[in-house]
Each structure stands twice: as structure tokens, then as C-alpha cells.
């Protein structure tokens, strides 16, 4: 199974539903081997304390953590990310992921530049990944999409907006 590190903002991103399928989650765990650091696993008991979208959304995945592979990592204290990020990030580099997670979308250079041998991606660019191997209908990543925009404030992302574009073109 292709290997995934997972970063919080991307984990958070696939844990805000509404209950209903499809879960973004379970397509996420069921089609890769998700990796996740133990300081992203910290972040998310973090922000599972909170009552909001957020929170459930983190609690969601932290419910799941028995089917994540959870490593610790060695920071770079040189790393301008939070630990999270940079935790990710090293553990994508020393496990030679092939995929790595993410939302930060105000950082993607940066971590992009920060990966070895990994691809990057985000949440939008997941989503058309599971349209395009028929795990989603364009239609259903679009409710997706438009459920964790909101939750995320995503609206105005110019990413997010091309990537909303692509889903929706025949």
C-alpha cells in the first residue's frame, strides 16, 4: 500500500463531516498506509478539546489513531514550522513516503522545498484523486469540498477555488 504522512491540517480537513458517507477518513485510511508523527497526534488531542468543528472533526481522527502507523521523530530546530509540520516532515523524508499531507496552504513552498522525495498533497488535490480512481463521484468530493471550505474558511483560497473548478468541468 502506498505510504502517506499525514500533517494535522490535512487529518483535521478529513475528519470534518457531517456523519454521512462518504467519509474522506475512511477513503483516506482504506486506500493508504497512513503514517502519522507523535507531535501531529499531540496537536490533534489539542485540538479536540475544543467544542467546534475543529475539535470533532480532530476527535474523529484521534478515534482512529489504532489504524495509523504512529512514529516519533527527531525535530530540526531549524525547521520556521511548528512541530507538527516539522515532525511530518521529517518522518516523510526518513520513511521515503510517497505522499504527504497537508493543508497549509500558506506554507506549501516551503514544505514542498522541505521533502525530499515525496509528492505533496492537500486535501482538494486527495478528493480529485479518489474522483478519478472512482472511490468518489465529482459530485460527492464537491460536497466535500464545500462542507470543509466552510469549516476551514477556504472560500477565498485561491487553490481551493481552482481545485472546485477542476471538479466541476465535464
Not at 467519509?23 to 485510511?29: E, F, K, N, R
Request: negative net charge; charged residues 20%; contains cysteine.
Amino acid at each position: 500500500m502506498t505510504k502517506l504522512v499525514a500533517d494535522t491540517s490535512g487529518l483535521v480537513s478529513l475528519g470534518i463531516t457531517d456523519g454521512t458517507n462518504p467519509d474522506p477518513l475512511s477513503l483516506c485510511l482504506a486506500v493508504y498506509d497512513v503514517f502519522v508523527p507523535t507531535a501531529v497526534i499531540e496537536e490533534l488531542q489539542e485540538i479536540a478539546s475544543y467544542n467546534d468543528m475543529h475539535g470533532r472533526a480532530a476527535t474523529a481522527v484521534c478515534d482512529r489513531t489504532a489504524e495509523l502507523t504512529i512514529q516519533s521523530v527527531d525535530l530540526d530546530a531549524e525547521f520556521p514550522l511548528d512541530d507538527g509540520e516539522n515532525a511530518a516532515v521529517t518522518l516523510a523524508n526518513e520513511i521515503d513516503a510517497e505522499l504527504f499531507l497537508c493543508d497549509e496552504f500558506n506554507n506549501v513552498g516551503l514544505i514542498h522545498a522541505s521533502l525530499a522525495n515525496t509528492r505533496l498533497a492537500t486535501t482538494p488535490t486527495l478528493l480529485s484523486v479518489f474522483v478519478r480512481t472512482e472511490r468518489l463521484t465529482a459530485g460527492q468530493a464537491l460536497v466535500l469540498l464545500e462542507k470543509m471550505s466552510t469549516a476551514r474558511s477556504w472560500n477565498e483560497n485561491s487553490y481551493v477555488q481552482r481545485a472546485r473548478s477542476l471538479l466541476e468541468s465535464p
